[in-house]
């Protein structure tokens, strides 16, 4: 144990020499996971900036208004009125206003017949959302006043006399539209961009010591240093646990600053210690085992960085980190062939207040099972090579 | 002459290197295929919907109608547990849960209310929810119709609701029509419009200082040395190198181009001013790669510097988003570095038709870029080779 401890002390020592490896698996990533969290900070709400023209002036228009001003719409949207429809597109070609809505005259006479102009809103192509947004709150508003003239339509085709009409108006104003959506919150928390973004660039950085670790061994055996210390009486059971566990405490290391920094920082939110701890650890055994089979694979040093470089882009372009909790299904999916993608699932249920085995124990098995794979993969190139 | 040697001899060594390849081709057009697939969409909100366990005509109606409409993107979940989950990890705006009894509560004429679940603290959701009552509403002023026919007329509900469906179809409602006023974005288009203008922006310049790290190479491994003991001059060997980065770097913009126009059917806009761009922007890379190579002392400190350096400029510059969606001040930060004004004028190019005079600031701007790295590139470098014996 004592020699395995020494050779992992030795190659510690070596790398934290290294100031480039600082750089990449320490600073790097704190400095880019803290620029998407300022980035991103005060951009995760969605705000509508909406112009109201009321050129009917009657309480229909009136309703529509008082439905921006609603309270379940008072933290997304602000309602700016203006005089006319002129000046309410300068404002949305400025981008004063995200869009506006203007409320035709003759509006509030239609509820009672007749025809009445369409309601305008006047979008601008930047902020494609507000304008849905704007639009579909307006639609829900006439959708009731169309219900109440499609009932009385409806009403005289089934057969009621045209006479009647006046009365039916009446009647179906008193009409409510029979299905009525309702908002309901869930109780888990947010997902911070920082919860997912920092744990991601820690991961993509900490990948690199997939390079760093198989640069180095092939360096020690040109040097020689490895014939010595197989000279030496060190078992190459010692000598490969050695390597590997200076590999795991580093890439460990690196991770546990970013995420240690992400929450300290810039106030990123795991519902559970432990749960970072393990994924973190689980995060640090494959890049193990990614440095073992990149070192079984290549023949030479700059094969080994070549070939590192590439398990690491198709690893973390695979595994979703660039990309924040979107994408289509597919790629979702492709994540679970990573082991990057599998810690990212458990950070953002971590991030979302999941506790325990029910946010980590999917994604420790899945980064289990990749880890066991590159290591049979890796043990039989080498028995393969050993036999060649 | 000199100088066109180095150069061959250093673009046949970048073209020996498969691994060189693959940062300056695949890995590009990898990048690509995934941003431009996550950036597709985003002008519509993303829903999740679980039709009810027992399901009539009416709720079918009513899914078929929130999958149809245009501003909504909807997956169906076979559980409203599965569909939590994925709004709780933020793959959803909304998820709406079709309730059990719909279609009897609606004939029995009484009141459905459909839930709509959302992440509280997020606006997005809530603005979901107002599409999502757009189209519901739509749907429930049939049923209201129905309903009131019948009870006027004594008819089936469902004789009613066929009746509402014909009139609805013929009849003229008051419309809510929309009406573009600004065409002129302040974005890249979505999708891959979006990802390959960017990308080519990122790795052009990130590749150029991975070169930096080829001249470190050859520098401590004494070539430059030996060069210079022969009748070749510090001068020549700078030009050479120069020349060689530019090249690769102008080989790297025309593969992207290429690939973005025939695989993914991207518009560069206006030939010449696309052209110009690619070209400044090569140089600009060029400058930054030669100065990496010229301060750098060893390869490990370019591999290590350059992409996190490489990467961080170009979320500072908008190659990762919009700077339109960042604070002020981080948007003012952005500009201190080359790559924004150089996705600015992409912008001009893709979103706006601008030609040539359009980004004539832009460019003036990266030209200035790309003048100030070429002059420092070419004084360090040929300071290193003259006092240091060409290490």
Redesign the interface.
Known sequence: MRVVLAIAAKDLRQRLR????W??VF??PV??SG??A???????????ELGIVDLDHGAAATGLTQVFESP??S??VRVHPYGDKAAA?RA??A?RAHAAIVVPEG?TA?LSGG??S?????????F??Q???A??????Y??????????????V????PREDVPE?VA??AL????????????A?D??KVISYFGPSMGMF?VL?CV?FGARGYFVERQQGTLDRISAAPVGRGALLLGKSLSTFVYSLAGLGTVTLVSWLAFGARWADPVGVAALSAAMAVSVVCLTALVIALARTE?QA??LA??VV??LV?LGGN????????L??RLTLFTPNGWAL?GF??LG?G?RGWTAVGAPLLGIAVFSAAVAAVTALLLRLRRTA | MTALAVTRATVARVFR???AL??MVL?PV??IV??G??VSG?????VGLVPAARTGPVARE?VSGLTGAP?LRT?TYDSAADA?TA?????LD?VVVVPDG?DAA?RD???????????????????A??????V???????????????G??G?SFD??LA??R???RA?????????????????LPLGYSYSTPTMLVLFVFINALAGGAAIVQTRRTGVYARALAAPVSARSLVLGETIAYLLLALVQSLLIVAIGALAFDVDWGDPLAAGVLVAVWALVGTGAGVLAGALFR?P??V???G??LG??LG??GGC??PL????DW?RTVGYAVPHAWAVEAWTTLLSRNGDLAAILRDLGVLAAFAAVLLTLASVFLRRRLTAGSGT
């Open positions: 290294d100031r480039s490896a750089v990449i600073l790097a400095l880019i620029l998407m300022m980035a991103f900070n005060n951009n995760s709400e969605f705000r509508a379940e719409l933290g997304t597109r949305v070609d981008g509006f239609a025809t009445a369409p309601v305008t809103v006047l979008d601008s192509v930047d494609g959302l304008a849905q947004l639009r579909a709150v307006t639609e829900s006439v959708a009731q006043v169309n219900a109440d003239r499609l009932s009385v339509a409806t009403a085709a089934a057969g009621v039916l009647r179906a009409s409510r539209l029979p299905e009525q959506v309702r908002a309901r919150g869930l888990d947010p997902l950085f690199f390079g700059r960085e070549g470089s590439i882009f198709a372009l660039f990309v924040f909790a979107s994408g289509t299904s790629m979702r699932r953002t249920d979302t999941v | 290197d498969r691994t693959f940062f890995l990898a990048i995934v941003i697939v996550t985003f002008d519509q909100f993303r009513l501003g997956r939590r709004l709780r990890r933020a793959e909304a719909l609606v004429g009484r009141q459905v209310t459909v839930p709509v679940l959302v992440e509280p603290s997020g606006s997005a959701g809530h603005a929810v107002s599409s999502v009552s757009a519901v509403a739509g749907h429930a002023a049939r049923l209201q119709a129905a309903a009131f026919a019948a006027e007329t008819r004789d009613a009746l509402a014909d009139t609805d009849a003229s409602p008051i419309t809510v029509r929309g009406e573009t006023v600004n065409g002129r974005s302040d974005y060893t490990e400190q591999h290590a510097i992409p996190a990467i961080g979320m500072l990762m988003w339109a969606l960042v604070p981080l």
